[in-house]
């Protein structure tokens, strides 16, 4: 088989396209099945190792996988058997033994498993933080294809041009909602990505025939079209070059995606503890029969790339590497406990700078922002919060040229609640443009977006679709904290929520509490257009991932009607607002419910301080606390439902911090535990209304 040849691995590949250093590859693949070896059956058994996912069998294609990354800006997105392939990138072992061993330093600091790696890379092919959610890696390599095209095409930066994204999966995962996404997302913006699925046969236990009819994905999506698809032998060294040269190639010169399926034998269980008793003797043998490391070093020795001497050598060479890396690595440092709650968010150092990560965000480049205040300049007349919300989009788009808005029906039609009305007109379709009707895609893509550098702002149009992309949202607030600052993924998702003229359990939900609880996001609820404008425009600066709640009646209630504070207004997160002034009584709320609790207190004639939150990650403990202490009697009302929402960690604060200023017991007025209802008269006896809030208010006052 006639292999294509080049010498330099740098050069365009429509002229020389790409060859493989042999020797380096035999090196790799040696180093790994040491790794393996010491690992499984020695640190495990130790203890010293709790994670441990064998690649043999999928290391010889990987190991050659990696030679093509070699252009300034590519990237790959792996899974947890992904290790070959990094250790081909040039990654230490140390680096591999420190994660594994939970030792500081490595990928994480001890704080994620071991077998999930990252690189930060600006001058080479970067790493993104793997995850232990399958199927959760394709999206976002996704969204890392679209940012090149971005930064080449839109940004006219040159250090993008070539560059494409890898990702790695099984063949389990391509039954994942994230599989298919990403395959939508490549094809129909033709993306240069490249999926490389890795058939084993099998996913855990179960038959690769469950996850794909007939087991065979490339099959399967024969008739898919605007992706190249190929298929071959993973244990066969020439037929894997070859078909690697060729998916490399047309990646690079189509700039379209392809997927290339290699099989493969997994040769051990899918973890240290599968003992593979769901395989028959006869395929076990069957898979020891094609290991490809015997295959390899039969095609090195009989091409004259080595001799079986040299082969010998670097096996040797190889082990002691290995072990002598482990026993360095034995005697470093376990991270100190006392720093792992470092690194959820964004910190600073004692001179009052940032902390910054290594990868992420528009924030390492140092933008240059247009002028903030907390100052009020307000402009004539009134406008509603689907306005204010639109005014401040527009502007931030006109001075950042780095943020993107996007999401199903943003464009042409200008969002369901017609906030992104006639942005897409005047930024243009790559600022400005629609996606394909999955979560999974839009989040998982702002990952891959972020990461490459560019401000993802996507939006969700109902609080209750986020659900199909929990999984990236968790990806996304967790990452700077699972790798210790190596990585965040800085963004600002809108998303609408809320009780309107009706309700019903899938438009109407708030639930905001979920992602106060989720680590690493920063919540914002405004009830006004005025604080919307400033809350979205520190959202939009901040290097923080943001949920921006966009409370559905709020967006043209006629209290939420205010003049536009002007386009350097900013409130920062944290602060919360006093809505009124008085000593019987605090009421604390949020989002929809808080013009409900100021008419229910007027209606009353109770002197009570109502404070609107504004945000809940952060929140304002200091006003709330100062606010109690004085009045000695607390009214906690949100639109969630009352059992574990944000209300209780109030109180909880409350019986803790103020207990000796409270003349009466902390009380929360909430949502029943039950779903939205459709029918108004319902919806109305479900949620908190301004009867039902004076009548609370009162009965508190009375106490």
């Known amino acids: 088989m006639q292999l294509f040849k080049t010498t330099d691995p740098q050069a365009d590949d429509t002229k020389h396209p790409f060859t493989f250093d042999w020797r380096k590859v035999a090196k790799d693949v040696l180093t790994s099945r040491a790794l393996d070896d010491l690992e499984e059956f020695d640190l495990v058994k130790q203890k010293k190792v709790l994670y441990q996912f064998s690649a043999r069998g999928h290391d010889v294609a990987q190991i050659m996988l990696g030679q093509i990354l070699n252009r300034q800006k590519d990237a790959v997105s792996g899974y947890y058997r992904s290790r070959p392939l990094l250790l081909s990138m040039g990654l230490p072992v140390e ?3 420190q994660a594994t061993m939970m030792k500081q330093g490595g990928f994480s600091n001890g704080r994620d498993i071991g077998v999930v790696f990252n690189q930060p890379n600006h001058d080479g092919a970067c790493v993104l933080p793997m995850s232990g959610g399958v199927g959760a890696q394709y999206t976002p390599i996704a969204g890392w294809a679209q940012a090149i095209e971005y930064h080449r095409e839109h940004l006219k930066d040159s250090k993008w041009d070539g560059a ?11 039954a994942t909602n994230g599989f298919w996404s990403s395959l939508t997302l490549a094809t129909t913006l033709e993306l240069p990505m490249l999926f490389y699925i890795e058939d084993n046969g099998y996913g855990i236990s179960v038959p690769s025939h469950f996850q794909t009819p007939g087991g065979n994905i490339v099959k399967n999506l024969a008739s898919f079209r605007g ?10 060294p020439a037929e894997s070059a070859e078909l690697i040269q060729q998916a490399n190639e047309l990646v690079r010169t189509s700039r379209k995606p392809v997927l290339l399926r290699l099989t493969v034998p997994r040769l051990n269980g899918h973890s240290a503890q599968d003992t593979q008793s769901y395989k028959s003797a006869d395929r076990i043998a069957f898979e020891q029969q094609h290991d490809p490391l015997p295959k390899l070093k039969k095609f090195l020795i009989s091409e004259g790339h080595l001799q079986e001497s040299e082969w010998d050598q670097l096996a040797e060479q190889a082990k002691q590497h290995c072990y002598a890396s482990y026993q360095s690595v034995d005697q470093q440092d376990f991270a100190d406990p006392a720093g792992v709650e470092q690194h959820a968010f964004e910190e600073f150092d004692a001179a009052g700078q940032p902390i910054l990560q290594e990868q992420g965000g528009i924030h390492l480049d140092q933008p240059t922002f247009p002028p903030s205040s907390t100052e009020v300049i307000a402009e004539p007349g009134r406008i509603n919060m689907v306005t204010a919300i639109r005014k401040t989009l527009d502007f931030e788009l006109t001075h950042n040229k780095k943020m993107l808005v996007f999401g199903e029906d943003v464009g042409a039609k200008g969002g369901v609640h017609a906030v992104t009305l006639g942005l897409q007109e005047k930024h243009g379709e790559a600022q400005v443009f629609d996606t394909s009707l999955s979560e999974e895609g839009i989040i998982g893509r702002s990952i891959g977006l972020s990461l490459a550098g560019l401000l993802p702002v996507p939006e969700i149009q109902f609080r209750k679709y986020a ?6 949202l968790n990806e996304t607030g967790s990452m700077r904290w699972r790798t210790n600052n190596r990585f965040a993924a800085p963004m600002v998702v809108r998303m609408a929520g809320g009780y309107f003229g009706c309700g019903d359990p899938w438009h109407s939900q708030c639930a905001e509490v979920k992602w106060v609880h989720a680590i690493g996001w920063q919540v914002a609820m405004p009830s006004n257009a005025e ?26 209630h006629s209290w939420s009607r205010r003049p536009y504070p002007g386009d350097q207004y900013i409130v920062p997160f944290g602060k919360g607002k006093k809505i ?60 969630d439902n009352i059992s574990a929402g944000f209300g209780a960690e109030i109180a909880a604060t409350l019986a803790k911090e103020a207990f000796f200023y409270l003349d009466a017991p902390v009380e929360r007025l909430a949502t029943a535990d039950i779903g939205n209802p459709h029918d108004p008269r319902l919806m109305e006896h479900a949620l908190p209304n301004p009867q039902s809030i004076a009548q609370r208010i009162t009965e508190l006052d009375q106490i």
């Open 95 to 97: 680096q591999f033994l």
């Open 164 to 174: 494409m994204g890898l990702v790695l999966g099984g063949d389990g995962s391509v």
């Open 227 to 236: 992706i190249t698809l190929l298929s071959g032998d993973g244990t066969n």
């Open 467 to 472: 659900d199909p992309a929990e999984e990236q």
């Open 531 to 556: 604080d919307a404008v400033g809350l979205l425009r520190y959202a939009l600066r901040n290097n923080n991932p943001s949920i921006f709640f966009e409370h559905r009646k709020m967006l043209d």
């Open 580 to 639: 009124l002034h008085g000593d019987r009584l605090t009421v604390v709320s949020w989002g929809g419910m808080v013009h409900m609790c100021q008419t229910a207190i007027e209606n009353t004639g109770i002197a009570a301080d109502l404070i609107d939150l504004r945000t809940l990650r952060p929140w304002d403990k200091a006003m709330v606390l100062e606010s109690v202490k004085r009045t000695g009697r607390c009214l906690i009302v949100h639109e």
